[in-house]
């Protein structure tokens, strides 16, 4: 018996209306109505979908079950494969209000799945499909839309409806179909099923685009209801997109019971971007995947891209955020990019929400590219995972991440422990540069870096500032602040001084990574601290010796971790003469690289002479690369040839002062008195040997006076 029909106004419904403009101008859209809830009678939906197929062209099935509301149809039978065009929307039942109120409750249908789309250009909104023996929703031909949906779940949008299948199985030759859509309205609830929430499957099965939905959660997102595989799941099916340009294409793809996103064999081409993988729909809590977050097995896939829009959230899940690694019986993963994703964050990128493994992981893989040249968001933030930041085992750019506080090493290739350079990069893991010296400046930073790979052969240098060191004593990269390209000489080797405009702060890590031609990037490099610009300089800038030492050494210091370095000594006299009181000296201070100081050793000549005590300077010039440096050292020579004694004797109205004769230099002078105030003047007259003495006479004073000793200087 056929089903009674009406028109009715054709209800609004993403790709309606390019799907109408297919259908034939000679063949008539017809309008079924479901009227109950008993299955195979007159006005039940077994009866609509009969109807409909039976009809040519495009047809639409609508509801209008008494007393309108929330209603569940029981099927005794599996429902007959939709064969022709047609829309089935359940937002035509009275009391829709965004969530469907037609449920198809498969729990006593026996064998099969809940809708069968053969046809393609049919539409399927606003029902829920709980509790088939097998797939939810099967499509097996065409372009089909699926929107606003429960499959898995009950009226609630809580409560468990487990398919024993697929929530969602696309096969045959069924592409382009879009399940879900930008508002709202068009989220499909896909959880609780046995096997995947969407497993798209096949050859022909190729360039769908899933967007909007929740899978693995229910219809607040906000409880766990995963799907016992994967969320989503492309096998041998290309060119899909998962998520899209920006938040309005956002899938929920959590707590599934395998990987959130999964491109097995052949899966090429596809694009997951804008998800959130592993988290609740805020990105604040952690709904981790049962395994990793992506596993990707095929080839020239996009996960996230260069906007931070694109970018997936991929964070708390079980076995690590993105595997890239093959399956058995398929081909190394390769071409494949990964850029501007949070791995292990929360949805701000700050705080954690780590991925329990590796950010992103892998062996059996080869030049798929993490991160990018270009400027962030293009690189990935990998952080607060609880083993390494990136352990990808082939030859993978790694370019422009921010990596830190991962469990263990940023970048790793031996499960946690450095892999140390190795003369010529023989092992071809990527030798890491070594960042020797770090010296903040005024305006600008100064980095003297030493780096030895392959011959002659370009490389990308990549710096990273850090907050602190891994307790490796490698570091991670937290913040990229340049490049460089270097190329190495005949001996394999490269080591150079650059600038940075702007000044680090002190205290502050800096580490290091190089990338080859052929595509492999190095661990990061042992961290190299900010520090101050030590320069070469001699330890006591003042030094005194006595004039009997002979020898004395003056010890030159610099900055720890510095390069090869050479300094020019000299001494220059003062009050103490060369020759007569030290032995001029030159020479040239080396210190090899990593060695903080050295020594310049000056000869002083001792006399029987009473001076007092004299200075010389032993100055520092010619520095090696540009360094600056303290000019000299004052050094002053204590005279050992003391004490110095004047003797006063007076006859006649005449005085005699007398000094002895080892006293070189010294003139006599007088003063009415004593204290700082003192007016001393020169007396008057020459002093005239006299035996063993110097003797100065002048006339007796008529009252006070006091004499003194005084060094003349030169």
Known sequence: MKSKFRHVRPPRGLLLVPFLLLVPSICRSLTYTVMTVSDGSASSLRQAILDANA??????IVFDIA???????????????????????????PGYASKPLIQIDGGMAGPGDGLTLVAGLSTVRGVVLPSFSGNGLELRGGTNVIAGNYVGVGLDGASLGRNSGHGVHVSGDSAQNIIGGIFGEDRNVISGNTGCGILLEGIGVTTNRIIGNYIGVTASGMVRLGNGSSGVKALLSPGHVIGGAGPEHRNVISANGGSGVELEFVSNGCTVAANYIGTDPDGTLAFGNGRVGVHIASHGNRIGGPSREEGNLISANTAGGILIQYSPGGSLPAHNVVQGNFIGTDFTGINPLGNFGSGITGSFNENNQIGGTGPWPMGNVIAFNTRSGCSLMGPNPILGNSMHDNGLLGIDYAAGTPVLNDPGDTDHLQNYPIVRAVIRRAASTDFYVEFSSQANTAY???????????????????????????????????????????????????TATATAPSGRTSEFSPCAYVVSPVR??????????????????????????????????????????????????????????????????????????????????????????????????????????GPLILQISSTLGTVALCWTTNAVGYVVEFAPALGDTAAWEPLPGTPVMTGNQWCQSALTPGSNQFYRLRKQTP
Not at 55 to 60: I, L, N, Q, S, V
Not at 463 to 476: I, Q
């Open 460 to 510: 990308r240098l990549e710096f990273f500032l850090n907050a602190h060191c891994d307790p490796s004593g490698f570091g991670e990269g937290e913040s990229l602040i340049f490049f460089l390209e270097v190329t190495t000489d005949a001996g394999g080797n490269s080591s150079f001084w650059t600038s940075f405009p702007f000044a680090i702060d002190l205290g502050q890590v800096v």
């Open 55 to 60: 009809h040519p062209g495009f047809d639409t």
């Open 536 to 641: 070469p300089q001699f330890t006591h800038l003042v030094a005194s010796m006595g004039e009997g030492a002979g020898e004395m050494l003056l010890e030159m210091q610099r900055e720890p971790n510095g390069p090869e370095l050479s300094v020019r000594y000299a001494t220059v006299g003062g009050t103490a003469k060369a020759g007569e009181d030290f032995a001029p000296a030159s020479g040239l201070l080396t210190l090899a690289k990593g060695q903080t100081n050295a020594f310049a050793k000056v000869s002083l000549l001792d006399d029987n002479l009473i001076e007092g005590p004299e200075s010389f300077q032993v100055q520092l010039s010619n520095p090696t690369n540009s360094l600056e440096i303290w000019s000299a050292s004052v050094v002053t020579i204590e005279d050992n040839d």
């Open 67 to 93: 007393p309108g509301g929330p209603q569940t149809i029981s099927l005794s039978s599996p429902l007959p494969d939709v064969t022709d065009s047609v829309l089935i929307d359940g937002r035509t039942q």
